[in-house]
């Protein structure tokens, strides 16, 4: 989490319950979001690929098997959190292979994120019962393409 700077601190007053940390190159992340270790799918190295116009953070597209480590708050294990982000990757990749022509180009398998960005996107963890992000994996809220997302939203682009 990102420290706020002193002066800030003079005039704006926040607290938090639950600190949700995302940043791969952190020492000793949390990673309470999806982000997929290397060399697990070809598919995965495949789509990588095909982000021609990407090219930003490339390095933040994997994280380290050890990672968290003996920070993993967010899933049981270490092994459930990689089945569940190869699975949500795959699938994810999948769904996007599907589009003919993909005019939005910060959509990811993992959800959305900056167009310039070599990643598979933000893969936030987080939603309500009355609202799914588009940085959350697509298989959540994506409705296309023969696809139904695991969440049918009602009230997107209303």
């Not at 933040?60 to 968290?68: E, I, L, S, T, V």
């Not at 292979?97 to 900056?114: F, M, S």
């Not at 933000?122 to 695991?150: A, D, E, Q, V």
């Amino acid at each position: 989490m990102q420290d706020v700077s002193a002066d800030t601190e003079k005039y704006i007053r926040y607290r938090y319950i639950y600190g949700i940390e995302n940043n791969v190159k952190t020492f000793n992340a949390a990673l309470n979001n999806m982000v997929p270790i290397d060399h697990q799918l070809p598919e995965a190295a495949n789509y990588l690929g095909t982000l021609t116009e990407a090219s930003l953070n490339a390095d933040r597209a994997y994280r380290k098997p050890a990672q968290p480590g003996k920070y993993e708050k967010l899933f049981t294990s270490a092994a459930n959190r990689d089945r569940l982000e190869t699975i949500f990757l795959k699938k994810g990749i999948d769904i996007l292979n599907r589009v003919q022509v993909l005019n939005v180009k910060q959509l990811r398998p993992l959800g959305y994120t900056i167009k310039s960005h070599k990643t598979f996107g933000l893969g936030t963890l987080f939603f309500t019962y009355r609202n799914i992000p588009n940085n959350c994996p697509i298989i959540f809220w994506w409705g296309n393409n023969n696809w139904r997302p695991l969440f049918v939203l009602k009230n997107r682009g209303k």
